[in-house]
């Protein structure tokens, strides 16, 4: 038995200006309305009725796992996601390039993104990856992902993820320094750590010929790395260990491959997966195809359709799931064996157009295969969902799919 899971980022809605529907109810997607006749639908709380996912809880909560007992930070899944090696005792940052100025030897912040800097990244991370600290006995290891988005690690004995950040959130305001946030020596020690390679940071970004360039055009310089959000590394069981499958994710983004991998699967990269809305989602899903002939489950992360939401954009969150329809499905679906495969298809969480962000509002969820009661619902949206035969429930999408697959341990005797 074979299982893809798909996981479209805040696919989930409410009303909008598209004559009071949400956007999957706008969009044409006959793929998706033919899987949901095929198999059953129903309503997932990502996490639990009421509470606002993020999407890291989200997912590990749809993967299986409490994440009250085992989320640490999103810097873990940061680090993990774009390629760090994250070993016990390591304490993860998410970070971002900022542009600060000199002030009376003070650092004032001009912009927390600098200027979104689009290029030169990898400069950036060579002049900061293994910078060498005056804190004894602490390695530094950092990347570069996405525009002014990376993330830092720092590994050495006595280091605690109870830290405060660097980045004041503030334009003009001076750079915080990181306070420890519990009693003890571990505490104080990444505290001193944090703040001094935030300082060695502008010594060896600032001149860089990169932001010199970026100067003469006008540009603001990444003269500094801000990092927040410092956690240590969770104990997860992994998804190999509890249901006896080896798994695969795809996912362009960092954060959800990141998760995937601290979860026990292998990462897929793709070419022109991008984790954005111009993504390649027909190469994601014949790389989904072409990986159930290896492995026995499947993850596919597909990031577009919260980042219209986040933008407000209800007729561009439409037009993408549109083309999860056309372009992914219509790619999967010419290739899946009905008598061997389950396909679960759902959203983390909702993203509301109106309010930009994400909302507690349960999420639609399918799933299709040779073991599934087929309920009465021929089409795929919030309010159809509603009436499906899977009803409500919370998280554990993923141990579901498990189960058709006959793959999941029995709870009890
Ligand atoms: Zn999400
Ligand atoms: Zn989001």
Redesign the pocket.
């Known amino acids: 038995m074979k299982s893809i899971l798909i996981i479209a ?2 696919l989930g809605g409410r009303p909008t200006d598209q004559a009071g529907k949400t956007c999957l109810e706008a969009a044409r997607k006959p793929n998706l309305d033919g899987l949901a006749a095929q198999g059953a639908v129903g309503l997932v709380d990502p996490i639990g009725p009421g509470i606002r996912p993020g ?1 890291d809880t989200a997912h590990l909560s749809l993967l299986g796992y409490n994440p009250r007992e085992l989320y640490t930070g999103r810097g873990v899944f940061e680090c993990l996601g774009i390629g760090l090696d994250v070993q016990p005792g390591d304490i993860c940052f998410r970070a971002n390039f900022a542009t600060v100025k000199e002030s009376a030897g003070a650092l004032l912040l001009v912009d927390r993104r600098a200027g979104r800097i689009e290029s030169g990244q990898r400069e950036l991370e060579a002049a900061l990856d293994g910078m060498k600290l005056k804190t004894p006995g602490v390695d530094v290891a950092f990347r570069a992902s996405t525009e002014h988005r990376g993330a830092l690690l720092l590994r050495g004995s006595e280091l605690s993820p109870y830290v405060g950040e660097t980045d004041p959130h503030e334009t003009g305001a001076e750079i915080r320094s990181a306070e420890p946030m519990a009693e003890g020596r571990a505490a104080r020690r990444t505290a001193d750590a944090v703040n001094e390679l935030t300082r060695r940071s502008y010594e060896l970004l600032k001149d860089l010929p990169l932001n010199v360039a970026r100067a003469k055009a006008h540009k603001l310089p990444a003269n500094i790395l801000l990092v927040r959000g410092a956690a240590d590394c969770p104990h997860i069981p992994s998804i190999p260990s509890i249901y006896g499958v080896r798994g695969a994710v795809i996912a362009g983004g960092a954060l959800y491959r990141g998760v995937a991998l601290a979860c026990g699967l292998e990462s897929i990269e793709v070419e022109g997966a991008t984790g954005g809305l111009d993504t390649n989602l027909r190469a994601k899903a014949a790389a989904a195809l072409k990986a159930l002939e290896t492995y026995d489950l499947v993850f596919v992360h597909i990031k577009g359709t ?1 980042n219209a939401a ?1 933008d407000h954009q209800a007729a561009a969150k439409t037009a993408f799931i549109e083309r999860i329809d056309a372009e992914f499905f219509g790619t999967l679906l010419g290739g899946i064996d009905w008598n061997t495969t389950h396909v679960a298809f759902t959203g983390d969480h909702t ?1 509301a157009i109106d309010y930009g ?2 909302t507690a509002d349960p999420v639609p969820v399918l799933f299709a295969g040779p073991k599934v009661r087929r309920d009465d619902v021929t089409t795929f949206d919030e309010r159809a969902a509603a009436r499906g035969g899977l009803l409500r429930f919370s998280g554990q999408v993923l141990p579901t799919l498990m189960s058709y697959a006959d793959r999941s341990p029995k709870y009890g005797s």
């Open positions: 980022d805040g999407s919260d986040h993203t962000d994400h």
